[in-house]
């Protein structure tokens, strides 16, 4: 039997035990590359390559799967051998894990440090463009009862009101509340006007009675804590 060369072979040209469909109903999803996982969304390749190597590309051109994630309809649509179809079943399977995240988060979740913070912000703060400012707000056993974006855009163009925050920190009755923003440059360290706009807050904290226990900046698989660092 000859050999198949797999890398410009189509994927019902390769051995079973290569095939992303075959692999991933033997060995689990997880057990995939993202390369893998997007040529099952794709279902189908084009003349020149196969639904695998259109995988890679749109990984290769794109920038990385985190660039991916935060691509529209249309800019998907215009790569080659994409179009409106595959377009659409990507940005299907995209916003399918995005809300499986959010019903997640509605779920009771204890905040036992900055740590647990990033595990429930970072999968829905992943792949952002702008910066996002909210709260998580926090009951006496520190379970979190709900979270609040309040400001989107860059955070020192669109500034951030103490009366805003625990506005709806009181509304929740809250007993404390956890600052986030994430960076989407994925360098979480923080700037001076990060500095500056926690104190503010913190300090309004402690007039209301409403503890700011933290101030987590979420940057690319890794995170800033105020708290860890001493300056709250």
Known sequence: MDKVDLKKAKIKDLPESERPRERLERDG???????ELIAILLRTGTRESSALDLAKGLISQTGGLQKLLSMDFRELSRIKGIGK?????????????????????????KIKGPGDVF???????KGAKNEKFGILILDTKNNVKAEKIISEGDLQASIVHPREIFHYAILE????????????????????????????????????GIEVLDHIIIGDSVYYS???????
């Open 226 to 232: 105020f708290k860890e660092k001493g300056e709250i």
């Open 29 to 35: 999803a997880n057990s995939l590359s993202d390369a």
């Open 85 to 109: 179809s595959k377009a659409a079943s990507i940005l299907a399977a995209i916003e399918l894990g995005r809300r499986g995240m959010r019903a997640k988060g509605r779920e009771k979740v």
């Open 119 to 125: 595990s429930f912000l970072s999968p829905k703060l």
């Open 173 to 208: 009755l809250a007993s404390s509340i956890i600052l986030f923003h994430n960076h989407p440059s994925g360098d979480p360290i923080p700037s001076d006007y990060d500095r500056e706009i926690t104190k503010k807050i913190v300090s309004a904290g402690k007039i209301m």
